[in-house]
T-cell receptor
């Protein structure tokens, strides 16, 4: 396994700008998750995919947030018109759909700072 | 909907003593349970999981966890704590009931473990 890769690792943006993050999951992992984590808190579920299909988007998530996984491989998370409250660590994880390994494997995250 | 509770924000343990980090869960069906650890400025690392079978599961770095169905708990334990165990620990649950399509992984708020030298 080469691991889950997230880019960029850090992003500083001005309020009102759009940002896009990329996640490359472990090869052949069907499931891909996006979470948001603020300092000292647990990962908050945002959305997840099975292959290219988006299974669920958190009801707490603003319409400014959108995610895609167009070919069932990498995924992007876009935040439009960023607000200071969007500042957080955005985590991506992947897991196989079947088999004994049901745990999620996490990337290092993208830290977003909105100024 | 599934949920996880970690009732302690912080746990302090002297080095060499046994440690326990508590976790309770709520799912409508069959739970898969996980523990993760996060060191400062690092991603989440998988420690161990319970799927089925023996209620006591062993994982990385000498950690183990005990699944208790009647108490809906999955407490993390270690017989002898090390200073290097100091980190943030997260419990997580996945509802793997047959036919259930809502099987996302949900995390608790985390417990900071502080091992005193």
């Amino acid at each position: 396994d080469t691991g889950v890769s997230q880019n960029p690792r850090h992003k500083i943006t001005k309020r009102g700008q759009n940002v896009t993050f990329r996640c490359d999951p472990i090869s052949e992992h069907n499931r891909l998750y996006w979470y948001r984590q603020t300092l000292g808190q647990g990962p908050e579920f945002l959305t997840y995919f099975q292959n290219e299909a988006q299974l669920e988007k958190s009801r707490l998530l603003s319409d400014r947030f959108s995610a895609e996984r167009p070919k069932g491989s990498f995924s992007t998370l876009e935040i439009q018109r960023t607000e200071q409250g969007d500042s957080a660590m955005y985590l991506c994880a992947s897991s196989p759909l079947t088999g004994g390994r049901t745990e999620a494997f996490f990337g290092q995250g993208t830290r977003l700072t909105v100024v | 909907a599934q949920s996880v509770a970690q009732p302690e924000d912080q746990v302090n343990v002297a080095e060499g003593n046994p440690l326990t980090v508590k976790c309770t869960y709520s799912v409508s069906g069959n739970p898969y349970l996980f523990w993760y650890v996060q060191y400062p400025n690092r991603g989440l690392q998988f420690l161990l999981k319970y799927i089925t079978g023996d209620n006591l599961v062993k994982g990385s770095y000498g950690f183990e966890a005990e699944f208790n169905k009647s108490q809906t708990s999955f407490h993390l334990k270690k017989p002898s704590a090390l200073v290097s165990d100091s980190a943030l620990y997260f419990c997580a649950v996945r509802d793997m009931s047959q036919g259930n399509r809502d099987d996302k992984i949900i995390f608790g708020k985390g417990t900071r473990l502080h091992i005193l030298p």
